[in-house]
């Protein structure tokens, strides 16, 4: 068990990570839950949510859940409202629904950048729109966008992804400034290039990328529980607007 | 999952630990669990802090250290070593604003340009090199520099301050690439806001300027620093964790927070 100090607990705080059907969003929850949080963990991946919910129940964590069509606001309107049952109120709210996409700009058909658009961009805008007025009433929020260092910088053929990593940063910026004097802090977290994996995978296709990244290795899961948990914690309500990366140095290298 | 917040015995260097921030990171490094080595030019706030870091069950020493004398930082980090056996972690919080504050830019001296420079940001490249000696034989360490929001905007009453604090975040950038494969992370904590302290309670500056309405208090940079100092930070390096109170994402439009159409 990690020992943690008292300030980084969320003992009493409740949240609801949104994820789509990969690792990262599981782990998101986790992390949460290890310092005591009560996760409401949805997914459009029923399977990700039982298997979460399950071992949680195993390891003493609080996590429960639901899956659904996280980008339709039908489905959020559904989905949230079980949330503030079993809940009773949230605190945090960590948006990760996101979903990979690379092709060539041009060979890209108006169908697809549609969808990777409305895929990455419209959970954080439907959650952010359901749970932001709750935390309103309350004057007490944490927000928490998972964001890319795709938002800042770019490659090729990711035209659309890196568009919408963009929408989410300046999303995350604005509601910091129009949401802080009503007790909300609006931040994102920046991923470098991550494994879903927690030990370390050399794989020779990959050799290229590991030598480029700083510091030699990809993320891990693991490598964003900490920063997870500062910025949904009271002891950054300092901490506004801004978007901190792990990313093993990428960003910053020449 | 979550990896360790706690430090564990490690060995942390602070410098201008003896006041405002710097004694609040060192105070919370100690609460962390870390032994503390605070550094500056005057020795009786070290002395202080170093008593309430033992109050806390932790170790500590006050080093005199003179931070623009590379003989006297070089010294303070051996010191440091002989006393610990090793320094895990290194925060350069020393530096002064004030010291230049209201000066007509055409009326700085060479004098006061280079001064402004050689504390604020070559002392930082001092300590930097200094534990680096130790840090790359033990392939392991933490460097958490402190800079201001001063090294990102153009603030004119900053010329030299600013200059350096921007120096700072470059620093960082550098040496967070240079020794990514050493097992060193260097950060930054770019403060860019009006934080309460007793440096710049001298300063009238109306907090509901700034978006979150308040100046931002020394503990709450604790936090962050005993973030950066852990293993739960062991993928960052590089890189600035701005904390602002919003200033930073609020440039575009004047008074944005004030409710208009």
């Not at chain 1, 009493?12 to 789509?20: E, F, L, S």
């Not at chain 1, 529980?225 to 002891?235: F, N, P, Q």
């Not at chain 2, 931070?67 to 930082?73: A, F, G, K």
Request: proline share 3%; glycine share 10%; hydrophobic share 45%.
């Amino acid at each position: 068990m990690a020992k943690i100090p008292k300030t980084f607990m969320l003992q009493d705080k409740t949240a609801i990570v949104v994820g789509t059907a990969e690792n990262l969003s599981r782990h998101l929850a986790f992390a949460l839950a290890e310092v005591q949080a009560h996760v409401f963990f949805v997914s459009s991946d029923e399977e990700t949510v039982k298997k979460a919910t399950e071992e949680a129940y195993e390891l003493g964590y609080k996590i429960t859940g639901t899956s659904g069509d996280v980008t339709n606001a039908l489905e959020v309107e559904r989905i949230s409202k079980k949330a503030f049952e079993e809940l009773g109120k949230v605190d945090i709210l960590v948006n990760n629904a996101i979903v990979e996409f690379g092709k060539p700009f041009l060979e890209m058909s108006d169908r697809e950048w549609k969808d990777v658009i409305e895929t990455n961009v419209n959970p954080a805008y439907l959650w952010c729109k359901t749970v932001g007025r709750h935390m309103l009433a309350r004057r007490n929020g944490r927000i928490i966008n998972i964001c890319s260092g795709l938002a800042v910088s770019a490659m090729p053929n990711r035209s659309a992804y890196c568009a919408s990593m963009g929408a989410i940063l300046q999303l995350t910026k604005a509601l910091a400034i129009e949401w802080v004097r009503q007790g909300i802090r609006v931040n994102a977290i920046g991923l470098g290039w991550f494994s879903q994996k927690d030990a370390s995978e050399t794989k020779g296709e990959l050799d290229p990328l590991l030598r480029y990244i700083p510091m030699g290795r990809l993320g891990h899961p693991s490598d964003l529980g900490g920063l997870l948990v500062y910025l949904a914690s009271d002891i950054s309500d300092y901490v506004t607007g801004q978007i901190m990366f792990v990313d093993g140095g990428i960003i910053n290298r020449p | 999952m979550i990896e360790e917040f706690e430090l564990d015995e490690k060995v942390a260097i602070v410098t201008g630990g003896g006041t405002g921030i710097g004694k609040a990171i060192a105070l919370a490094l100690a609460e962390a669990g870390a032994n503390i080595v605070v550094a500056a030019r005057r020795i009786e706030p070290l002395e202080s802090t170093a008593a309430e870091v033992e109050k806390l069950g932790r170790r500590s020493m006050a080093v005199q250290a003179d931070i623009t004398n590379s003989e006297q930082v070089d010294n303070a980090v051996a010191k440091t070593v002989a006393e610990f056996g090793r320094v895990d972690i290194l925060v350069n919080n020393a530096g002064q604003e004030i010291s230049l504050f209201g000066i007509p830019i055409t009326d700085i001296s060479d004098d006061q340009w280079r001064r402004g420079l050689e504390v604020d940001l070559t002392g930082t490249f001092y300590y930097c090199r200094a534990v680096a000696k130790y840090m790359l034989k033990q392939k392991q360490g933490k460097i958490i520099n402190i800079s201001s929001g001063s090294g990102l905007v153009g603030l004119p009453t900053t010329v030299v301050y600013g200059v350096a604090k921007a120096g700072v975040i470059q620093l960082t950038r550098i040496l967070g690439i240079a020794w990514a494969r050493k097992g060193i992370n260097v950060n930054c904590v770019v403060i860019a806001s009006r934080f309460r302290t007793e440096a710049t309670e001298v300063l009238s500056v109306d907090p509901n300027l700034i978006p979150i309405g308040r100046f931002g208090e020394p503990g709450e940079i604790g936090p962050l620093t005993v973030f950066l100092a852990s293993k739960a930070s062991d993928y960052m390096t590089a890189g600035m964790c701005i904390i602002d109170g919003g200033v930073m994402a609020d440039r575009f439009c004047p008074g944005s927070y004030f409710p208009t159409i």
